[in-house]
């Protein structure tokens, strides 16, 4: 048995190009970390960034046998750089949102009876009838979307049903063309995991169910039943109720590890493994978000998540089941002009260099004179726009700003207020005690979480250290633990076995003048969605 003091915990995450395992300790601060690259490490599998793209461009798959190798590879890494697997009392995880795995009948046999003196990829090479798992930068089943939302009336309906219209990349489409195009595979399919769940099913030695939070991002979870929608599944494939297991709450106790990992790693029998769920819910727990505050991932994308108490409706957004309270939500926003765009004006205009783009952008006052502009290299999503647009203090359209200065700072001002208006459609209430907790490459940028900050005028903190996906993974399997007789409110047991986790940091805080100055700008971008889009 072991004692309090001694207890760790072990957090996976199989992100789009790497897996990552982090040990913590009873206070949740990182002991131990360590990945294994997908394209360095396992060559063999000729995957470039982690994905295998068709010829069209259109299908993005993975080799699911890779996940499993790297399964392998990484639990000898943690063991050469030390780790003891004989003190971790639970194990949970996170993955990529969107993917799906396709079980071969009897499978399940084979994990109940794995050979410890056997690596996993050889004893599984056979286990799968789809063996290049679709994932989410998958963009071929736009007939298969339409379909969904017709079933049910249309995608507004869908999106009150499940969170969000039908998405290419999401999995409901996905396993429907699977089902017609690859017919006798679906049919020889005994089990459709999620990524989540299948990483899961690894540790269990049993197929894994799929957690509600994950589960949401497949269009075919009602969100207020917390069951699949029957309707939704039938429309998708034949018999896929039984396919896809019944859905369980975010870090549910679902057994002790398989006899497998206790004899070929050192493994603790009583490890308890926890269902894993997607990476955003996961990140959303790694960052410790509570209600009233935003998330902003500044990224090749720029990504907004939210904890949101009631489902709110946006076509344009996806809203999942609350990972740590089941009657409340989470919101997540995606804007595809993030970082690359902000890259091209950095190339455009300051000589490549970050440190001359901060010069530019603090030579301009706050609020820009009142001159603001909305950038989209690509199509947007929030809005559906492409192209360029600038406009004066009087709200007239011009073609170009009067200065570099003035070009660069309606950019980043306009990215940021684009956030939080679309942030407020949802609901979100942006009080006194609201934090922004930022991430991803932009967070190391000073300059630009200043105006993070005026523009929300609120507070903003970075997290340092791991990635909050895998840090959530490990928080999870802690979190498992807790016995719901003792502690009735999973929020509140939440909140007290991080209270010693290492606090973000403050990076910034509003000037005075911040909310004067944007809240009008706000609303003026409303305007521009309502006056100028709808127009075009």
Known sequence: MLMEGEKTYLGLDFSTQQLKGIIVGEDLN??????VEFDSVLPEFR?????IHSKDGRTITTPTIMWVKAMDVLLDKLQVAGADFGKIAAVSGSAQQHGTVYWQKGSENVLRNLDPTSFLHTQLASSFTIPDSPVWMDSSTSTYCRKLEEAVGGPEELAKLTGAVAFERFSGPQISKIAETKKIAYENTERISLISSFGCSLLLGR???IDLSDGSGMNLLDLQTKDW????LTACAPNLADKLGKPVPCGADLGVINEYFVERFAFNANCRVASFTGDNPASLIGMRLKAGDVAISLGTSDTVFLWLDKQTVLPECHVSVNP???DAFMGLLCFKNGSLTRERFRDTFANRSWDEFNSILERTPRGNFGNVGYFFDVQEILPW?????RFDKADNVISKFPSIEIELRALIEGQFIAKRSHAEDLGVAIGPNSKILA??????????LQILSDVFNRPVYVLEGANSSVLGASYLAKYALRNDSEEPDPVAYFDRI??????ATLVCTPYGDADQIYTPMVTRYKRFISDVLNKT
């Open 30 to 35: 990182v002991l131990l970390e360590e990945s």
């Open 47 to 51: 995957t470039h960034k982690g994905v």
């Open 207 to 209: 197929y894994a169910p």
């Open 229 to 232: 929608n029957s309707t939704c």
């Open 324 to 326: 740590l309270k089941s």
């Open 385 to 389: 726009a492409q192209g360029e647009y």
């Open 439 to 448: 991430t991803g490459g932009a967070s190391k940028n000073k300059v630009i």
């Open 498 to 503: 991080t209270s010693n986790v290492n606090a």
